[in-house]
Structure formats: structure tokens, C-alpha cells
């Protein structure tokens, strides 16, 4: 499955960056810096890993959700896959760099992270699964993990700085390590449902086969 493999790449990739640019401060240095250097094909790489698992996160929620509601989370989870695409394509400016000083890479860039609508999407399409006849037990871990990616969320933006100038004192950055996190644990769950199912199909398929 499309984003079993790519959620994997992604997590993979991520942990070989960590150990390859140990100069880097995870505590207050982003992910995106790591664009930054020899090593920077890699983050391009997980970006796209990213981009990929946000599709096809797009595409599942498509076909087990009904109404409207699919095409609008679908849509903010597209949203978010191009936001990706856009990240991995334009480097940033260098952790720290003000607003006013943000060259044109960098500010497209960060259009690119201002797509960012997982959390949101992951929330509204949890519920509206568990809303469905027959998707509300399985539907718990996908609404867990997805409020778990909100809360994250909240507390990245509580920790932004006023100015948005990122230095050693923020841990803005280690909070969004662990919103990158949130996402991996939301892709599983997801994908661990449409593997299974609906579990009202599945108990009338051993029917018809037993």
C-alpha cells in the first residue's frame, strides 16, 4: 500500500537525517533545514515521501467516506500534499533568518508549510467516518490518533514567537518534530482500517464463506 510505503520512507529518512547532521539542534532548528547542505537531496526526498502519503491519504478517505464531506477533506489533505511538493522544492532561509529578511525560496517555502491542513482533515474525516453505519469501532484509533495531531497542532502554534524569529531559547521546532510524528501515527491507523475494512462487510463475507 502507497502509504504504508511512503509513511515508512518518510519516518526512515527522517531518523537517518537526525543522525546524519548531528549539527544541527532538533530543538530549535527545523526540519526543513536539514534541506540545507550536502545532505539536502534527502529532505527533498521525505517531502515527497510526505506529499505522497497525504495523497493517498486523500485518495482512501475518497472512497470510504460519503457526501460532501469527502471532497472537503480530501481536498484539505491535497492541499496539504501540494504544500509538501512546494516544501521540498523551494529550500528555506536559514533557521533564525527574520520575516522581513526572507529571500524568495524562502517565502515560497513557507506558503508551502502555511498548506499544512493535516491536522484538520484528519480530525473532520475521523469523525465522519466514525459517523458512518458500522465505522464506529474502527473508526476509534484513525479519531485518536487524528486528535492527537490537533493537540499538537494548538501547541505548535501556542509555541510560535511573536516575532516568528526562531533561536535556541524557541522549541518551536521540537514541537513540530513531534507534529511530523502525529501524522505517522494518524497514516497507520488510516491505513490499518481500509486494510481491514468496514467490520460489518467483513462479518458478512465469513458468512457467505462459512
Do not use: K
Not at 36 to 50: D, E, I, N, Q, Y
Not at 131 to 152: C, D, E, H, I, K
Not at 154 to 169: K, Y
Amino acid at each position: 500500500m502507497v502509504l504504508v510505503a511512503s509513511t515508512g520512507a518518510a519516518l526512515l529518512l527522517l531518523i537517518a537525517l537526525h543522525f546524519l547532521r548531528r549539527d544541527v539542534d532538533p530543538t530549535w532548528v527545523f526540519l526543513s533545514d536539514y534541506m540545507l547542505g550536502s545532505w539536502g537531496w534527502l529532505m527533498r526526498v521525505t517531502f515527497t515521501a510526505m506529499a505522497l502519503a497525504l495523497g493517498s491519504s486523500a485518495v482512501i478517505l475518497a472512497g470510504l467516506l460519503r457526501g460532501r464531506v469527502r471532497w472537503l477533506v480530501s481536498g484539505l489533505l491535497g492541499l496539504a500534499a501540494f504544500g509538501m511538493v512546494i516544501g521540498g522544492t523551494f529550500p528555506p532561509d536559514p533557521a533564525g533568518t527574520p520575516v522581513e529578511a526572507l529571500t524568495g525560496t524562502g517565502t515560497l517555502h513557507m506558503i508551502g508549510a502555511s498548506l499544512d491542513f493535516t491536522p484538520i482533515a484528519a480530525l473532520i474525516g475521523s469523525i465522519a467516518l466514525a459517523r458512518q453505519s458500522g465505522w464506529r469501532g474502527a473508526a476509534l484509533w484513525p479519531l485518536a490518533t487524528s486528535l492527537f495531531t490537533v493537540v499538537v497542532m494548538v501547541a505548535f502554534i501556542i509555541s510560535m514567537p511573536p516575532d516568528h524569529v526562531f533561536g535556541p531559547e524557541t522549541h518551536s521546532a521540537l514541537i513540530g518534530r513531534l507534529q511530523w510524528a502525529s501524522y505517522f501515527t494518524w497514516f497507520v491507523a488510516l491505513a490499518f482500517v481500509a486494510y481491514r475494512g468496514r467490520p460489518g462487510d467483513r462479518a458478512q463475507q465469513w458468512g457467505i464463506e462459512a
